[in-house]
T-cell receptor, first 109, second 116 residues
Framework: GQNIDQPTEMTATEGAIVQINCTYQ??????LFWYQQHAGEAPTFLSY??LDGLEEKGRFSSFLSRSKGYSYLLLKELQMKDSASYLC??????????WGAGTKLIIKP | GAVVSQHPSRVICKSGTSVKIECRSL??????MFWYRQFPKKSLMLMAT?????????EQGVEKDKFLINHASLTLSTLTVTSAHPEDSSFYIC????????????FGQGTRLTVV
């Protein structure tokens, strides 16, 4: 079956760095998204990886290893506004989105 | 979590015809529904936000007359692609959010539209 695994909740300190891991098992692979979702709002796009490696975009970076079925989202210089849920989403061979349950990130002062 | 049902999952239509996609919240009342479009190897783009009983709010660049959104009840929103063209071929996904200020949104499984 198709499956996405990511931690349910993580806590980090303002100004620190946090890494949110995601492992996936999908039938075929057409990339992996990371989305940020604040409570009560629609998710917003953070990153898309389809090739192996690290892609850096400001304070956020995303890494993909297709051979390991693994991705992570790295958040640096954490700010209080980064408190949100982070969704790992894999795209299968039919372009269906396989959504993880999300990781709730709590930032403490 | 809550369930959002999107139908159909796949549809093929001829150029010039219209296609309707349904998004239903099965076990909660969705006051707000979001419609997204995804292009291959690109990000999911928000098309419009609809609140039950009122007109949808479209994102910049989305044609209102081409992508008709109706949110007539608390459990159903529809997206109609009118006079479809091959460039409208894409993956459309909806999400629904319930009542309350801090409720999360739940996603449908998406509709793969191919216009030939």
């Amino acid at each position: 079956g198709q499956n996405i695994d990511q931690p349910t909740e993580m806590t980090a300190t303002e100004g620190a760095i946090v890494q949110i891991n995601c492992t996936y098992q999908t039938s075929g692979f057409n990339g992996l998204f990371w989305y940020q979702q604040h409570a009560g709002e629609a998710p917003t796009f953070l990153s898309y990886n389809v090739l192996d490696g690290l892609e850096e975009k400001g304070r956020f970076s995303s890494f993909l290893s297709r051979s390991k079925g693994y991705s992570y989202l790295l958040l640096k210089e954490l700010q209080m506004k980064d408190s949100a849920s982070y969704l790992c989403v894999s795209v299968d061979s039919n372009y269906q989105l396989i959504w993880g349950a999300g990781t709730k990130l709590i930032i403490k002062p | 979590g809550a369930v959002v049902s999107q139908h159909p999952s796949r549809v093929i239509c001829k150029s010039g015809t219209s296609v309707k996609i349904e998004c239903r919240s099965l076990d909660f009342q969705a006051t707000t529904m979001f419609w997204y479009r995804q292009f291959p190897k690109k990000s999911l783009m928000l098309m419009a936000t609809s609140n039950e009983g009122s007109k949808a709010t479209y994102e910049q660049g989305v044609e209102k007359d081409k992508f008709l959104i109706n949110h007539a009840s608390l459990t159903l929103s529809t997206l109609t692609v009118t006079s479809a063209h091959p460039e409208d071929s894409s993956f459309y996904i909806c999400s629904a959010r319930g009542t309350g200020g801090d409720t999360e949104a739940f996603f449908g499984q998406g509709t793969r539209l191919t216009v030939v």
